[in-house]
């Protein structure tokens, strides 16, 4: 053998010998690859699908709302301060016993005497301006407390022109009116406006019998809230009327 094939023998051995001793790198999946670009992303689908679900169940919501019945249900978590809106028809009934006017309650001597009662600050209207103060003020209490002012119709002993109703926002009371309030302000908070004839319902003591205090009211009534008190405003005027007699009142001094 010639020097010249013993040199090349050797060098074949040694090339197989490095092959064998290298680390190659890992075989690229090229198919999966194609497969991949080939194939539309599934998480982008799911995404799609789920958008065009949520549009449709809000759309589908939204026409729900139009159903009385459902719109009623909706209305049952409507509160503001102690007063709940119940869209229960029909209306419950009156028991024989039940005033129907605020007339028929007893009536306290003064201001001072329904403040020492009621605990917190009492506020009267200064709109508009010959409004003078209330003709009658009713306190009905335990457990529940509200204070009630009266105006009546100038030159009438029975006809009430307009009333104050004011109670702790912790209490409860209840309007069953199956209409949707119309939503409003008064000071810049939110407010009720309610147009339509209702029953009206509250846990006190008419007399000296605990009972629920329960009556057809058929004004108009202004709700909202200020400093930890309820306000309901009946009167026969017109909502903006009403917004400026509620935002005009103005604590009493003693």
């Known amino acids: 053998m010639s020097e010249q094939q013993n040199h090349d023998e050797a060098w074949e051995m040694s090339v197989q010998d490095r092959a064998k001793a290298f680390s190659y790198p ?5 198919a999966a690859a194609v497969g991949r670009t080939l194939r539309p992303p599934q998480r982008r689908n799911s995404l799609r699908i789920m958008a065009r679900a949520a549009i449709l169940l809000i759309l589908l919501s939204i026409a729900l709302l139009f159903v009385p019945e459902i719109r009623a ?4 978590f409507l509160r503001l301060g102690a007063i709940r809106i119940v869209p229960q028809t029909p209306a419950p009934t009156l028991s024989p ?6 007339l028929d309650l007893n009536s306290v001597a003064s201001l001072e005497e329904a ?7 009492i506020r009267l209207p200064t709109y508009p301006a010959d409004v003078g103060a209330p003709d009658r003020i009713f306190v009905i209490e335990d457990p529940g407390t509200m204070i009630i002012l009266a105006w009546l119709v ?9 009333s104050l109703h004011m109670l702790r926002s912790e209490e409860l009371a209840d309007k069953y009116y199956p209409w949707e309030p119309e939503i409003t302000s008064v000071n810049g908070r939110q407010a009720f406006w309610l147009v339509n004839a209702h029953v009206y319902d509250f846990f006190g003591t008419v007399g000296n019998q ?9 004004m ?12 309901r405003l009946e009167t026969t005027v ?12 103005q604590e009493v001094t003693p």
């Open 238 to 249: 017109t909502l903006e009327e009403a917004r400026q007699i509620a935002e005009s009142l």
């Open 73 to 76: 249900s909706v209305l049952e």
């Open 115 to 121: 403040q020492e009662i009621f605990r917190l600050p």
């Open 97 to 102: 016993s039940q005033p129907l006017s605020l």
């Open 26 to 30: 890992a075989t690229p999946d090229i």
């Open 210 to 218: 605990s009972t629920d205090w329960t009556r057809y009211v058929n």
């Open 154 to 162: 100038p030159g009438t002993e029975d006809q009430i022109e307009m």
């Open 220 to 231: 108009n009534v202004l709700i909202w809230e200020q400093d930890r008190i309820t306000y």
